[in-house]
């Protein structure tokens, strides 16, 4: 699974219907994502799929709940990654339905192949690209900008600045997308997703489309020679999308007038009209809202350079509106060095900027601490901690490429060494062995994967392994659900319909010759278990371990009443459950010297009990 | 009042994102535009979790460093982390214990909503108590106890259960002004 948020209760189809039913008419609170949800459905989208990554996930989810508070039928999948979602959703748009794939900006990456082919061939229903990126980054490998991959595939790109833009820009990217028949993306970053606004609902248009799928074998499986035609006509509607009316900048204060202009996109440009209006300066300096910064408007590119002697760009996360501004010396932003060209633009760094340009001053901004907060862990009594345990245990001197989900935690355990991207824990295993065995030393390779992203990225790279007689332990993580994400399905628990796929026979159909399932919360016998893998890699090949325990905030889980733990006067306050294991149930008393527990959050689970070098840490009594 | 701009802090699990958007559906109730911004991803793993909130006519979900009325701390460590974000004349509700030491510039109350919410039986439940809390330091919200018990029936309507611990805890942290 991909870094995310849980899902707010607002997102479940039930609270949603009834808001819907008691608000029709009145605005409601969105998330960014949950407008974005309501305008697809809103514009007759009929198939949507996604891959859970944040700051995106809440997209799909919001999907699901108001197809079925509006009782519409649609195709709304959560995918097993976002290549396959993206083509499900292409395939319906081949077919000339209205459909979209939502995913993060890393995921994009994964689906980057379908699409960049799929903009040759163009769309017939409307066809939307949504990839959130997350300036910071809060929550991902990278900062990557989707709006340069848009422009590697030469699609149109929509920048929206909030939750109530994100919503009008999705029936503006259905429109732009039909018009020029390809696939248009819609870009919001992690300010627009995870802002929440009051958000007037529209009714659904009801455009009752069925599929009708036109062969056209020389388009639709167009070879080299029809390619290139194919790419020339591309260019053709490049050129004309730099001249569609609905999606030109918008020029906000008209009423300013300046030898200097400001032009923004996206979350900066919110940011920058309220610190212009702030500053006393919406009404001295001309403000430009950038709404698609690729392809940008070809006469605004010429009208700005020639009416202003200085422009300042902001935008995230790259300049890509600024490098299509071609005058190097009337440009200010990121290439000129006026705006950093790393991390998220927050307000009170474009507060300087524009102070700066427009030369005012400002007073100084008030400064946060250095250093300070407390970094994320594993929940208390998450199954993920016990397995870590396990896996220092049995290999105490191994390596341990790990992957991207809430197990990336491990990290503060010592159970994390690397990660890279999704499904690389199980490459990067076989890496290490084999960067090892031809430099004539043996060492234990403890791999550690998430059952969703196992499912995503984690099956070709084991099948290698197999074939190439890798020896290392793959522990896959199976908490039967997505968790980091928020708890979306996984193909082994799919949503009611849905045909479960085992992991286990996935494993064994790859052809690994062991494969064992243990309970992680039994601590003792589950070490036994990854020492027992642990010798059959040694001797023979990949060996996997599924550590199954489902995860303790996935709200589809039966609740399940345990009785909490306490901490005797024996407790030596040697801090090996506090700074080894980690629990945050579990804190040391400055006072006292020893441990204590949090009953605010403990879970219960029991593992400590095992953990205690003095066995300290027993049963609370007379508590459930 | 028409115009406010708060900081809701603490740590993953504490739900700040419930009382945030209760706060947002309280505004918009009343008639105003509202802008949040949340915490999602990694850092909800008990790290820590910052909203922002502002009623009112604004173009960015951020609130700029000295420019908020009111921070709620639902853990006291984030008073330090997070009072950059208030204006010279801002305020602090903060839970904390007797024992904890909160050193502030602005004015601060503080309840021990941990030890109220364990002797309630609603570990769930310390997030509403310091927004009641906050409520009871009168005329510094935008809304009322009563504007944000309406707001709680709505949102948890269907949920009789939730409803009368989200309701009991609201009102311990509205009694709990000294």
Known sequence: ?624 | MNHQQLIISGVGGQGILFITRLLAETAIAKGFHVLTSETHGMAQRGGIVISHLKVGDFSSPLVRPGQADGLLALKPETVPLHRHFLKPEGWIVANATPRAIVEAEHPLATMDADSIALAMGNPQAVNLMVLGRAIAQSSRLFCTATEVEEAIQRKLARKKGALDGAMAAFRAGLGAAP
């Open chain 1, 1 to 624: 699974m991909r870094n995310t948020g849980l899902p707010d209760q607002d997102v479940t189809g039930e609270t949603l219907s009834w808001r819907l039913f008691l608000d029709r008419i009145d605005p409601i609170l969105m998330q960014g994502n949950e407008a974005i949800a309501r305008a697809l459905v809103e514009n007759g989208c009929v198939i949507a799929t996604s891959y859970p990554g944040t700051p995106a996930s809440e997209i799909l989810s919001g999907v699901m709940a108001w197809q079925k508070a509006e009782g519409l039928a649609m195709h709304v999948e959560w995918a097993i990654n976002e290549k396959v979602a993206l083509e499900i959703a292409y395939a319906g748009s081949q077919s000339g339905l209205r459909t979209a794939v939502a995913m993060k900006q890393v995921g994009l990456n994964v689906a980057s192949d379908p699409l960049m082919s799929a903009v040759y061939l163009g769309v017939t229903g409307g066809f939307i690209v949504i990839s959130a990126d997350d300036p910071g980054p809060h929550s991902s490998q990278t900062e990557q900008d989707s709006r340069l991959l848009a422009m590697l595939a030469k699609i149109p790109v929509l920048d929206p600045d909030s939750p109530g833009q994100a919503q009008e820009m999705v029936s503006l990217a259905y429109e732009l997308s039909e018009e020029f028949q390809v696939p248009v993306m819609l870009r919001p970053t992690t300010r627009v997703c995870h802002a929440c606004q009051d958000i007037q609902p529209a009714p659904v248009k009801k455009l009752g489309r069925t599929a009708d799928f036109r062969k056209d074998p020389s388009r639709w499986a167009a070879t080299p020679n029809f390619r290139y035609r194919l790419h020339l006509e591309l260019n053709e509607k490049l050129a004309r999308m730099a001249a569609y009316g609905p999606t030109a900048p918008r020029r906000l204060n008209p009423a300013a007038h300046a030898k200097k202009a400001i032009v923004a996109s996206g979350a900066a440009a919110g940011h920058a009209r309220e610190i212009m209006k702030n500053l006393g300066l919406w009404d001295n300096i001309p403000f430009f809202q950038v709404l698609q910064p690729y392809p940008l408007h070809g006469e605004f590119t010429t009208e700005i350079l020639r009416s202003f002697d200085e422009i300042l760009v902001l935008e995230e996360t790259t300049g890509v509106i600024e490098m299509q501004l071609r005058d190097r010396d009337k440009v200010r932003g990121k290439l000129s060095g006026a705006v950093p060209e790393a991390g998220e633009l927050l307000p009170e760094l474009i507060e300087g900027i524009i102070a700066g340009f427009a030369g005012v001053t400002v007073p100084a901004v008030p400064q946060p601490p250095t250093g300070g907060g407390r970094r994320p862990t594993l929940c208390p009594g998450c199954p993920h901690r016990a397995s870590f345990y396990a896996i220092k245990k049995a290999a105490p001197k191994g390596i341990y490429p790990s992957d991207i989900g809430c197990y990336t935690l491990g990290a503060n355990l010592g159970g994390v060494d690397t990660v890279l991207c999704m499904g690389a824990s199980v490459s990067q295993a076989a890496g290490f062995h084999h960067a090892y065995r031809v430099t004539g030393e043996e060492r234990d390779v403890v791999a550690t994967i998430g059952d969703s992203t196992f499912f995503h990225s984690g099956i070709p790279p084991l099948i290698d392994a197999v074939s190439q007689r890798s020896r290392f332990v793959l522990v896959i993580l199976d908490n039967s659900t997505t968790a980091m994400t928020g708890n979306q399905p996984t193909p082994a628990v799919p949503l009611a319909g849905g045909v479960p796929v085992e992991i286990s026979s996935v494993v064994e159909g790859c052809g690994v010759r062991f494969c064992k399932t243990g309970d992680p919360l039994d601590l003792p016998g589950f070490t036994r278990l990854v020492k027992e893998a642990v010798e059959f890699a040694r001797k023979d090949s990949v060996a996997v371990v599924i550590a199954k325990s489902p995860c303790l905030v996935d709200r589809n889980r039966p609740k399940q009443e345990r009785g909490q733990v306490e901490v005797d006067v024996t407790c030596t306050g040697c801090r090996v459950c506090t700074s080894q294991f980690e629990c945050p149930a579990l804190v040391f008393d400055e006072a006292t010297k020893k441990v204590t527990t949090d009953l605010l959050i403990c879970s219960g689970c029991g593992v400590c009990l095992d953990v205690c070098p003095s066995r300290s840490i027993k049963p609370r009594e007379g508590k459930p």
